[in-house]
């Protein structure tokens, strides 16, 4: 549990110190994001995952789709605490209102990636470190230029998350679960001409609610708050006063719904630990 903690103070104080630099928070429209899943169990904890989920702005006059998501993943547990597995995802959607990643705003339409997952147990209590590594590729990636935040980049993931399971039943489980994800950008050359950017690119603070209500099927309320971290050509009035640009966190609300099945060979084992959909 140590390393637990370090890594949540640590990343704690980069939140608080990346809030306490900005200079102007803007609050966007709510968005709405229901979420389809297939989990198939293989040996062990492995197992393949299928996942589909659209998008939606509340922006007046009303409920817009601006998004849709295809998500596929495989992972492997070493043992009951570690494990590794691959990402890929296929996004379109509106780049003018949501950027095209799963995060508001993350760039990318097509996106393999790798992940590495530790989980711990203290009390009733577990906890949960995700560190992930991707690659966006954008198809209009030439259209941009070296300004732009949706052109085609690496990505690098943290996730923090703690959650506890409440039996309310033979077969039924309640799963409150908390988790905090900072994406960076690797920069590994800046390209010439672009402005200098955040330290944290984007993040995602999710609460949420796992029902499972047996073994094969479990629904999922959540809700986030998402984080573009901007710094945007700065704008002065004739007095030299700041009146735009500049450091500026745009947060989005977002909601959704999880709905996933799990598909079995035989019977489901009750040593099987699952993962929250949030996978």
């Known amino acids: 549990m140590p390393t637990y903690f370090r890594l949540l103070l640590a990343a704690s104080g980069l939140i608080l110190a990346t809030t306490a630099a900005a200079q102007r928070r803007t609050i ?7 979420e389809g899943q297939v989990e198939v169990a293989l040996q062990g904890n492995d197992y ?15 409920t817009v789709l601006i998004g849709g998501q295809l998500r596929l993943g495989y992972e492997h547990f070493w043992n009951e605490r ?34 590495l997952r530790h989980t711990s147990q203290m009390g009733g209590f577990t906890f949960g470190q995700r560190l992930g590594a991707e690659y966006a590729m ?33 077969a039924v489980v309640l799963r409150p679960r908390l988790s905090y994800e ?32 047996s073994p094969q099927f479990d629904v999922t309320p959540w809700a986030s708050s998402q984080t573009i971290f901007l ?34 060979r035989g019977e489901p084992s009750a040593e099987r630990k699952q993962l929250p959909t949030q996978h």
Do not use: C, K
């Open 182 to 213: 900072p994406v960076v950008f690797l920069r590994l050359q800046r390209p010439e001409g672009a402005n200098q950017e955040r330290v944290v690119d984007f993040a995602s603070l999710r609460a949420e609610l796992g029902l499972r209500l």
């Open 48 to 62: 393949v995952l299928a996942g589909v989920n659209v998008l939606f702005s509340t922006n007046s006059p009303g």
């Open 231 to 264: 710094n945007a050509l700065p704008q002065f009035d004739a007095n030299g006063n700041l009146t735009g640009g500049g450091r500026v966190n745009l947060v989005v609300p977002v909601v959704g719904f999880d709905v996933r099945l799990t598909l079995f």
């Open 138 to 170: 954008t198809f209009d990636n030439t259209v941009h230029g070296p300004n732009s935040i949706n052109r085609s980049r690496a990505l690098a993931r943290l996730r923090l998350d703690v959650e506890r399971q409440f039996a309310l039943g033979a």
């Open 28 to 34: 966007g429209d709510l968005a709405i994001q229901p």
């Open 82 to 115: 570690w494990s590794w597995g691959g990402t890929f995802r296929a996004l379109r959607g509106d780049r003018s209102i949501a950027g095209y990643g799963d995060i508001v705003g993350m760039p990318g339409n097509v996106i393999p990636g790798l992940l």
